[in-house]
């Protein structure tokens, strides 16, 4: 990677505890966003809270801010929910930008979660087909998982022990709040969901491990893209949080 691109990531208005992972010599990077940060501000005063500390164009999906008097700007690829943590992808070219848009709605990135969930599958490994609805309400999103949209991902048992289980889940859609939902449905909500999860069990894993999230964890994210005649691969990873251990 060339020293200005160096540069550039090394001086990003990164938001709370948010960190670069990696970068690559087309501008594309994976950045490792904590729980409770959001990957965009919503409304003006949410700035402090996101992925960056910096203004944000909703219709372009685009940071900008000033650094020595030039305009600097970050386009947002993907999205995580606030109560999510994990890999999230930048990429500071607009043309390259709305490329890996277009990569990801053709389902071409390969992503992996960690969920740490109540109870245990029946069988280590399997395939959870579902169909879902997605509704809109007052800038909020729920899902219920009897409608007609596809949703489809593959689950694998990481271990398990004293009423949890770790899971890697594999979504083969990307609907809003799939995982989540799909969990549910199969009686392994995710510790600490607030919306679809067991909100008694929520308590008491709180109380006697003191810990208050969503369990739920973007691991990995990879692929290869085509750019300038070239085929290049990309990967991340963020390390798992140390409290999905499940231990005190």
Known sequence: MSTDRQAFWSHLPLGREVAVITADANGLAALAKPAGVLSHPNTRGEEARSLLQAAYDLESECYHWNDTGETRRVWLLNRLDSATSGVILVCNDEKLATAMRE?????????????????????????????????????????????????????????????????????????????????AKRNLPIVGDATYGDFGANREFEK????????????????????QGRTHHFAATAPLPPEFSGKR
């Not at 071409?108 to 399997?126: C, D, E, I, S």
């Not at 997605?134 to 219920?144: E, P």
């Not at 006697?208 to 750019?227: I, N, V």
């Open 208 to 227: 006697a491990h003191r810990q208050k999230r969503l369990f739920l964890h973007s691991l990995e994210t990879a692929f290869d893209y085509e750019w």
């Open 103 to 183: 990569h990801f709605r053709r389902k071409r990135v390969r992503k992996v979660y960690n969920a740490l969930v109540f109870g245990r599958p029946a069988t280590p490994m399997q395939m959870w087909r579902d169909r879902l609805a997605v509704q809109k309400r007052g800038g909020q999103i729920r899902t219920v998982a009897t409608g007609n949209i596809p949703a489809e991902s593959k689950m694998t048992l990481l271990r398990s022990s004293g009423g949890l289980s770790l899971i890697k889940l594999e979504p083969i859609t990307g609907r809003s709040h799939q995982l989540r939902v799909q969990c």
